[in-house]
């Protein structure tokens, strides 16, 4: 079955990026030249993704407003004869049909996805972490959603990290099945190292069954007193298991400074318009480190 729908959880407080997400979504901070979400759209897009579900809260509107057309601006850049710009302001708001819901309470990624139950229906469909750009030739939600319709399980995108990393994300419990595909039958989130099955853990993507809402319905609230989507994907992967796909592309974490710093070092790098200037200063400062 074709994967057609996704839902990108973007409520989040991002405490990890204060003050710059006090006012500002961290979904919105900008790479380069595009906020964070939009690359998120765009991978939706390129992965066959139709119809998307973006859930916002409190603050959040300049989301919407991103996705939206901006007649006067539009006018003002034909006017100037800025017709690239014109091109890429328009383009924006085709990438998919896009619609919002809210989270009135910020109660955890569970808690979002749940936010997302009549807008999904009964079909399986994609998450894309609101605040996890990947880029990379092949995008990883069609990495995953090919592997949804071989397997016919939920799919998670997977990779491997460091002990310390992986207690503050989750970690998998699994074998091989082919070339960077696993089998999944059980999970934790953000284990102690005693409680440790692997050192692969779930970042920014999966394909999901619409059962996934009657398990988040069932499950207890968890780690840090939040409805976890790990927990409900665990139920589902000691149910019937899961498939994980160790993805192809480079992560940043829009979600902590680092990962931001990262993703405008190596996106500016590659950028047509910044590349060799940027490249340029780069060399004059590296000495000095
Ligand atoms: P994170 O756990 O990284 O987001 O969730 P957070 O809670 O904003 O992070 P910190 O720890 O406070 O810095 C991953 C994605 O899920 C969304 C976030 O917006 C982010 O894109 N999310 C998280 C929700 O939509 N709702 C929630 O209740 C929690």
Redesign the pocket.
């Known amino acids: 079955m074709k994967i057609k729908k996704a839902v990108i959880?973007?409520?989040?407080?991002?405490?990890?990026?204060l003050p710059a997400s006090k006012a500002m979504p961290?979904?919105m901070l900008s790479i380069v030249d595009k906020p964070a979400i939009q690359y998120i759209v765009e991978e939706a897009a390129k992965s066959g993704i139709e119809d998307i579900l973006i859930?916002t809260?409190r603050g959040k509107t300049t989301v919407e407003d991103h996705f939206d057309r901006s007649p006067e601006l539009e006018k003002r850049l034909l006017d100037a004869g800025k017709i690239d710009v014109y091109n890429q302001i328009v383009d924006i708001t085709k990438l998919a049909n896009i619609t919002y819901t809210r989270?009135h309470e910020?109660?955890?990624?569970g808690?979002?996805i749940l936010c997302a139950k009549a807008f999904v229906g009964d079909e399986p469909f994609a998450v894309l972490?609101?605040?996890?750009v990947i880029l990379g030739e092949n995008p990883v939600c069609k990495q995953l959603c090919d592997a949804y319709e071989k397997y016919g399980l939920g799919v998670v995108g997977i990779k491997e990290v460091t002990l310390e990393q992986i207690q503050k994300y989750s970690s998998m419990k699994l074998e091989a099945l082919g070339e960077k595909q696993y089998k999944i039958t059980d999970m934790i989130e953000k284990p102690r190292p005693e409680q440790v099955f692997s050192l692969f853990s779930i970042l920014g993507r999966c394909v999901l069954p619409p059962r996934i809402f009657s398990i988040l319905e069932s499950i207890p609230y968890g780690y840090g007193g939040?409805l976890q989507l790990t927990d409900a994907m665990k139920v589902l992967a000691q149910e019937e298991g899961m498939i994980g796909v160790d993805f192809d592309g480079r992560r940043y974490d829009m979600?902590s400074k680092l990962g931001i710093l990262e993703a405008i070092v190596e996106v500016g790098l590659s950028h047509p318009e910044t590349g060799e200037g940027f490249r340029k200063y780069l060399k004059t400062i590296v000495d000095q480190l």
């Open positions: 959880p973007a409520a989040g407080l991002g405490t990890r990026v961290k979904e859930i809260s989270q910020v109660k955890g990624l808690h979002a972490y609101g605040d996890d939040e979600g």
